[in-house]
């Protein structure tokens, strides 16, 4: 018995330094912003308490509510097809007659390590008007006569950032999926061999009905880290009229680039507030979906 | 039927090939544009490789260290990596293999700390390490990463299945102290979850952005990513010298990449299934 007393104070000291860290590391830092958006602060002086101010201010912040919209829109854009795409490649990938599976598994999932900022870069570069490399492929093939210019426009903005974020995530996405539906016992897929289940039918109501646990953890989970936006949207710019700004870009410019870090405090809260409110609704209608 | 099955076949390995080229042509793309020069950049579509990429390369590096903010993020990232993995477990072990009071409820601590967006405290955090004086070093980086909720869960669900507490029991018996024991038998044995964790974490560090580009302000100390981010407005008007720097931030990943795609990609797939 006693061995188990003196087991029981060590598994405390094995888990307090993930405690500690997040304590000093993740909590304070966090309640700290929230004291900081009480203040007025610019980083050189010292803060003074202002109370409720800041979030008076980003009550009636019509450029705030202009980024939600702008995140939603190009999260909306980006994961719809991103999780179609992903479903169907690896609805293909799980057949055994295709042949060199893992070469476009690896090809389909290269996306998803390259660094956002530079994919940012990238697409930045191939859209750019008067250099990019689609807008030569276009006027090559004849589809259009004079060159395009997207970041003129605030859909295509829109549409380029949530492109670059699709064409990063849906090789992460298929690679979950495909590792979702190895788990699915084999047996169930003999038996409805048996039964003499046609392709389509397997897919359909065996295939997919036991991956939607996993398919909407995908989504739940997305909704965290599409709402946070920031590194690819952030090269490709504003966009014309600020329609490419993203939530984490405004936190962004307001605190390090206008230095303004306490309005910027007074963002970051609002922004977890959103990202908590979205969650929460997903939560609710995949549960609904679930009964 | 059997000439339909072949159409089908067809299609979709057509589809296949297709989602496959879009994957890659932009990384194709980028390499032939930059060796080319800036009037041909801007007037040709360009297929074929040219012989420019020295003349580019020579303008990247008259104003940017590419390759000191190559070796700057392997070294932040190898060092963070290695911390992370040690505490995460340490953590995923005490988790696993010891019994205490509120254990679960601590547990759910660890999990609800994922659900934080990553942004909420930067600025406390920033604010934090100019306190600590610690701006313009590489310590936020470093210690950013100990607290990974993902990391413990990942080891403590592989202690708890393929760890047997025999082994840990007989460690006891043989007279080790209990770190000796989480030391020597341990964590050899957590080696498989160790490599498939390594992989998120360095990826993840190798990526980060935000906050190399907010606590550091010496050029020579930033990382590859914010470096790749300052081309733009350094080099407006030069497009050669940015592709080349796209080049080389690039091109490293995919020989890593092409050499360790089984392994990262089962690795990508085993974390999933436990995530």
Redesign the interface.
Known sequence: MKTKVNKSAYGYLFISPFFIAYTVMGLVPILYTLYLSFTKWDGFTDPVFVGLANYERLLHDTFFYQTIGNTLIIWIFSIVPQLILALLLALILNEKFIRGKHFFRAVFYFPHIITPITLGVMFALMFDWQTGTINKLLMNAGLIQDPVHWFNSPWWSRIIAASVICWQYFGFNLIVFIAGMQSIPTEVFEAAQVDGATKKQVALRITLPLLRPVFLFTLITSVIGGLQLFDAPLMLGDGPGNSGRTMIMYLYETAFKAFDYSYGGAIAYGIFVIIMFFTAITTRATRMLKE | MKVQQIVV?GI?YL??IA??V???I?FY??II?STHTNTD??Q???LVPGDQLGENYKRLMASVNIWRGLANSVFVAVIATALDLY?AS??G???SK????F?NG?FMV?LA?M??????????????MDTFHMLDTYWPMI??G??S?FG?FLIKQFADDSVPNELLESG?IDGYG?LQI?HRIMLPLLSPALATYAIFCF?GK??D??TP??VLFDNNKQT???M??S??SQFTAD?GA??VG?VI??VP??VF?SAM??R??SG???G??K?
């Open positions: 076949r979709i589809f296949l989602v496959a879009t994957c890659l932009p793309s980028m544009t950049i801007a040709k579509l360009l505490t340490l953590v072990y005490g988790f010891y019994n205490f009071r254990k601590l660890v700390t659900m934080v967006p990553g942004q909420l405290g930067i600025i406390g955090f920033y604010k934090l210690l950013n100990l607290s909720a413990v006891r209990e989480f990826i190798w990526n952005f935000l580009m907010i590859l990513p914010v790749i981010a081309l733009r497009f940015q592709y796209i931030s690039v990943i995919l990449f795609s089984k990262i990609i990508v797939a085993a999933a299934v995530g």
